[in-house]
């Protein structure tokens, strides 16, 4: 490990940061267009050709605004919070691959992925704990009711939801036998995607990466009539930002497991037997898993406009009293399936 | 092999950077006039009654000791998957034992309505 | 001075930090923020030595799990920053010191029979031992029988919670 080796990594780490950076400014305007099509209106139109720009305006009106920490909040914690909530939502992509063969780069090979650790899975879990504390601190840190209600509820539900992500994923590494996600991605060649062999297991996770997420129909810790703000009441201009950047970071990296998981990662089925070179492979392998990606942001952002929201007892029965079953029974059934086929 | 951990340290460092960078942005690039109104605690217009930090339900404290229970669970089944097929049917067993035992315990703590949410 | 050992002294240091700032804090909120500092240095510690997994499980369970708990409680009980207590000097407040350095001195010497004198050779095993599938290949052919008793443990917890917070319940 020395100089280059860095030198590449951190080449990596920034190429993924602009990308979802950049990813983050597009989710934000196909949201807005996607909500103003469903509901039969026009969405931003007016900044840039379709509104393309709107993104980039609302940023930097929000960094131009004034930065109110309320009297009574702890400051320190209160400024802590939204840099663990982008913390984590960065931190995780760093374990997902993106293609399956290495590229020269420098005279050194370069696998596509940041971090190739084998615990890869338990890697994104633990990541996802400490994502927690970023809305409970910050419900706390502002010393204020509704913050503080709302930090709580949000904390609770994604602990709650985390078992369910948790058990899922048993499935997935016992057909696997591995925890690295290089590995998972290579087991899923030609039609055996996991989405196949774990249907269930994908539909608990699925669900269960809306309610990590905070995304509807989970939305409740942040809805606007309930409370008023809830963990972000009173967060103003670019602290404000950075938790709708980590919320829309979350959701990008939760789509990138998902499609990691279950729908194949980069593989593209039957690619092998075009006999293209390998820098070719690579891009094209980029495009499958990043048009993977967008078709679950696209689904992310469907769904909250389309379903009603949970309330909170219902939201909490169902992950404890439906999905955790269900994710147990899943990991039975896989296991008996499994011994005698 | 645990140079592979090494740009999982990077990775962390730059996220932080670029959090508390941005996080303090705006309190760089922005005004900073406060007054009364806008540093006092947001209430719906109305002025905060009592502090925030009054005893809340103990419901949250359940969920979060069943979470921990649960979490230990899930981490004790992450080697027996990642072993599943060298442990045949032997190791299965042992696992339908284990999540029996725990189930015990679910059934009872739902129907003791300690996760019953009104 | 390799690398690993740099880094070991990196980590070592952040964790003696941390543990002190969380028993010197007023706020209890920022004690719990610093052990959650120090699990996560202990972590690192942990991969130090090739012990992925117990690396892993240590930001899953602890920093992830029982800290959320820790942090809860906090919420829910409003602690507030401590007072400071008067004590008078007797021979029980100095017996606290006393007894942690005995501690450290015990624990020093059985590391240094065990290991025979020297602190920074790490077992060429470990690199085997510390891989999830080693583990999983262990605890569930050696080691059962601790295995089975962990979840009579976990439900013992389970039904001591559910009696703990009891008076809530209809």
């Known amino acids: ?341 | 092999m645990i140079e592979s951990y090494i740009p999982i340290f990077l990775i962390l460092a730059v996220a932080v950077v670029f959090g508390v960078v941005s996080a303090n942005m705006s309190w760089l690039l922005g005004p900073q006039r406060p007054n009364r109104a806008k540093n006092s605690t947001y209430e719906s217009g109305m002025e905060p009654v009592r502090t925030a930090h009054d005893r809340f339900s103990v419901k949250y404290y359940m969920v979060a000791v069943l979470f921990i229970l649960f979490d230990i669970e899930v981490v004790f089944m992450y080697p027996w998957a990642v072993q599943y097929r060298n442990l045949g049917l032997y190791g299965f067993v042992e696992m339908v034992v284990f999540i029996g035992i725990l189930l015990v315990g679910f059934v009872y703590v739902i129907k003791k309505g300690a996760l019953q949410w009104d | 001075m390799t690398f690993e050992t740099i880094l070991f002294y990196v980590l070592a240091l952040a964790g003696i930090v941390s543990a002190l700032l969380v028993i010197t804090r007023r706020n209890p909120m920022h004690a719990a923020l610093f052990l959650i500092v120090n699990f996560v240095a202990l972590a690192g510690i942990y991969l130090t030595l090739h012990a992925q997994f117990v690396a892993i499980t240590q930001v899953l369970v602890y920093a992830g799990a029982i800290m959320v708990l820790v942090l809860f409680v906090i919420m829910l009980l409003n602690l507030q920053n401590e007072q400071d207590l008067f004590e008078k000097r007797s021979w029980r407040s100095y017996s606290g010191p006393i007894l942690s350095l005995l501690l450290l001195a015990l624990l020093l010497r059985t590391v240094a029979f065990v290991s025979g004198g020297s602190f920074d050779r790490i077992s060429p095993e470990s690199e085997r031992i510390g891989t999830v599938a080693n583990i999983g290949q262990q605890l569930f052919t050696a080691f059962v029988f601790p295995f089975e008793m962990a979840s009579l443990l976990l439900l013992a917890a389970m039904v001591g919670a559910v009696i703990l917070a009891k008076k809530r319940f209809p």
């Open chain 1, 1 to 341: 490990m020395d100089v280059l080796d860095i030198a590449i990594a951190l080449i990596k780490i920034v190429v993924m940061f602009v990308v979802v950076l950049l990813t983050v400014a597009e989710l934000v305007y196909t949201e807005r267009k996607i909500s103003a099509w469903i509901q039969n209106r026009v969405g931003p139109n007016r900044v840039g050709w379709l509104g393309l720009l709107q993104p980039y305006a609302d940023v930097v009106k929000l960094l131009l605004k004034e930065d109110i920490v309320p009297a009574a909040a702890n400051r320190f914690i209160h400024t802590l919070a939204p840099v663990i909530s982008i913390g984590v939502a960065f931190s995780t992509l760093a374990v997902i691959p993106i293609a399956g063969p290495t590229i020269t780069l420098f005279g050194r090979t370069v696998h596509m992925v940041i971090a190739d650790v084998n615990v890869g899975i338990l890697y994104v879990l633990a990541l996802t704990s400490m994502g927690v504390y970023g809305l409970t601190l910050s419900g706390w840190a502002s010393n204020n009711k509704y913050s503080l209600l709302g930090g709580l509820r949000s904390a609770a539900q994604m602990i709650s939801y985390e078992l369910s992500m948790g058990l899922s994923l048993i499935g997935v590494i016992m057909i696997t036998g591995s925890l690295q996600l290089t590995d998972i991605v290579h087991h899923q060649h030609g039609w055996m995607w996991n989405l196949v062999l774990q249907p269930v297991g994908f539909i608990t996770f699925l669900v269960a990466s809306f309610a990590e997420t905070n995304r509807a129909p989970f939305d409740l810790p942040e809805a606007e009539p309930e409370l008023v703000g809830g963990y972000h009441t009173e967060y103003s201009s670019f602290k404000f930002a950075l938790f709708f950047l980590a919320e829309y970071a979350n959701m990008i990296t939760s789509s990138a497991v998902i499609t990691t998981l279950y729908l194949g990662g980069w593989q593209v089925p039957y690619l092998e037997t075009f006999g293209l070179s390998d820098g070719w492979m690579v891009l094209v392998q980029i495009l499958a898993f990043m048009l993977k990606v967008a078709f679950l942001l696209f689904f992310f952002q469907w769904v909250r406009w389309s379903v009603p929201r949970f309330r909170y007892d219902q939201l909490m029965n169902l992950g404890w009293k439906v999905m955790l079953p269900l994710a147990i029974a899943n990991i039975v059934l896989t296991g008996a399936l499994l011994l005698f086929l």
